[in-house]
């Protein structure tokens, strides 16, 4: 089954349950999200929210209970486990907390590491934006520990990047950054989207993170609760105070 559509990824009322019975967790309720072309998302939400289990579902590392999930005009629901691996080779890009670097190769091996895999070329232009853009020029030589904590997530993006994917997702990719070197991979993003059209989607707990994006997408208990376009850093922390306000309301009267 194939669409046409102007996003590059959507979930159309997905649904994700882990354990039975009394261990029973709901991780999304019937969640639908479209997430355009060319754009920034950011999904926020507190803990528990299903953020992280929402991009799992969209980029087919986790399979759905109900709903169904598509990368752009592919429906990841229902492929073989071959198929999944296929969508992920040519069609999505990832960014991790943790870097995900084979400490064994130099930062250009581990850029090239998944055309190498797909046993594809690097286009030797694009191969020379992006490492310009990331600034890893005088770097492509090192191995991951002569690098410092930004420069190693500089090279995972650029690892995404460089296959084309129609959407990188990135899970927390400041997480375990110092501010200075979070703000160069926050700016290296919100550039790959202004000068190459890519698509981002990330997940994040930092209003500042969440400020370098289009929109921001607010989950809470498994479900969308609100969207925010032109994300300020104050305006999204309001936003997560008034849900952790709700969430502890709730509680107390649960307590009771």
């Known amino acids: 089954m194939t669409t046409t559509t102007t996003a590059a990824a959507r979930a159309h009322n997905v649904w994700k349950v882990y354990g039975t019975g009394e261990a029973q967790v709901i991780a999304l309720h019937g969640v639908s999200a479209e997430f355009g072309a060319g754009q920034f998302t950011a999904i926020m939400g507190p803990s528990g929210s299903g953020k992280s289990t929402l991009m799992h579902c969209l980029a087919g590392l986790d399979h759905t209970n109900r709903g169904e999930v598509h990368i752009g005009d592919t429906k990841v629901t229902g492929l073989s486990d071959r198929g999944l691996t296929k969508l992920r080779r040519q069609k999505v890009g990832f960014i991790f907390q943790q870097f995900n670097l084979l400490p064994t190769l130099t930062a250009q091996e581990n850029i090239l590491l998944p055309l190498s895999i797909a046993k594809q070329k690097p286009d030797a232009a694009w191969f020379d934006r992006v490492i310009d853009t990331v600034g890893l020029r005088d770097r ?117």
Do not use: W
């Not at 607010?218 to 609760?225: E, I, K, Q, S, T």
């Not at 969207?227 to 305006?235: F, H, Q, S």
């Not at 969430?247 to 009267?253: N, Q, R």
């Open 140 to 256: 492509l030589s090192h191995r991951p520990s002569q690098l410092s904590g930004g420069q190693q997530q500089r090279v995972a993006c650029a690892r995404a990047l460089v296959q084309r994917p129609e959407v990188i997702f990135a899970d927390e990719p400041t997480g375990n950054l110092d501010s200075r070197s979070g703000t160069e991979v926050l700016k290296f993003l919100r550039d790959s989207v202004d000068q190459f059209g890519q698509t981002i989607v990330m997940v994040t707990h930092d209003p500042v993170a969440a400020s370098y994006a289009d929109r921001v997408l607010f989950l809470a208990d498994g479900r969308v609760v609100d969207e925010m376009l032109e994300p300020t850093a104050d305006r999204v922390l309001d936003e997560l105070k008034r849900f952790e306000e709700i969430v502890d309301s709730v509680k107390a009267g649960e307590a009771r």
